[in-house]
């Protein structure tokens, strides 16, 4: 098994994050950073990163963005962090992290929803030499199956905004979410959400323009046949995102790994393990 210590870096002025490094048994030949899902912690990766670690021989890091989970520094109610301080600022401060650590290793991006959105923005984005974004795409309220839509409905225009406003914060594990996320954060998801534009209305405003020449690597898109969150048409809509990289599309569907269900966040859990061979292709 990988060995596996605690580590500590900073994001923003301020943000300190913590994270979990896999390590292989043998000299690693890749340096792999785990994006994860918005509410989901980053231990839900830590068996998918062991045997990334084993399998790639690779140097692998999962880690929780600011103000959430291992890397929660005080009351949620006082948190600023939004969604593009997620996506841009920790995101990019993992990559550099490994980056820096491991200077010699070419480095992989691994995303999951949230985590395979950003990559254009990042500081080092030109290093990367692969991204694989799983269950990843500019989602927007209309987009969802009709058998989702009373939640979408429940959840963006009455749930979310009322509970958020009473709370001071995202009560994620009430509404079934995973765990409970700043206010910040959910604003600005629900905004993008609701705009077409996705999150391209923010560009130039509190995100940044992307730099979509510095992605020229491969980039593979993988959605769940049986995912309402993000359906497969959604995915296939994030490889304008990549205009420059070499962007390949793979569905993975439950019967296909003998599974009765997959959705929009098991395949990272161990009862789904048989599907991680086709995360890599």
Not at 95 to 123: C, K, M, N, Q, R
Not at 166 to 191: C, I, K, M
Not at 264 to 272: A, C, E, G, P, V
């Amino acid at each position: 098994m990988p060995k596996t210590h605690p580590v500590q870096f900073n994001s923003a002025p301020g943000a300190v994050l913590n994270g979990t490094l896999f390590l292989p048994d043998a000299p690693p030949r890749r340096a792999i950073v785990m994006n994860g899902a918005t509410g989901v912690p980053h231990g839900y990766y830590a068996r998918f990163a062991a045997w990334l670690a084993e399998t790639e021989q690779a140097v692998v890091l999962t880690y929780d963005y600011r103000d959430f989970g291992a890397s929660a520094g005080g009351s949620l109610r006082t948190s600023r962090a939004t969604m593009a301080d997620w996506g841009v600022g920790d995101q990019s401060a993992a990559a550099d992290f490994l980056l820096e650590t491991y200077p010699d290793l070419p480095l992989w991006v691994i995303g999951h929803s949230l985590g395979g959105l950003f990559v254009p923005f990042h500081a080092q984005a030109d290093r990367v030499e692969r991204v694989i974004a799983v269950a990843s795409g500019p989602a927007h309220w209309s987009g969802h199956p009709l058998t989702f839509m009373p939640t979408v409905l429940f959840f963006w225009w009455l749930a979310g905004p009322l509970l958020t406003l009473l709370f001071g914060y995202t009560p994620g594990r009430l509404l079934g979410l995973g765990e409970n996320l700043p206010a910040g954060v959910f604003w600005q998801w629900r905004r993008w959400c609701l705009s077409r534009r996705f999150y391209r209305r923010d560009w130039g405003k509190s995100l940044p323009v992307p730099r979509f020449a510095a992605v020229r690597c491969p980039v593979t898109l993988i959605s769940i046949a049986d995912d309402e969150m993000l359906p497969p048409a959604t995915v296939a809509r994030l490889r304008q995102f990549y205009p420059e990289a070499q962007v390949d599309h793979r569905t993975i569907s439950p019967a296909s790994i003998g599974a009765r269900r997959i959705g929009h966040i098991r395949l990272f859990s161990d009862r789904n393990a048989a599907a991680w061979p086709a995360v890599l292709g």
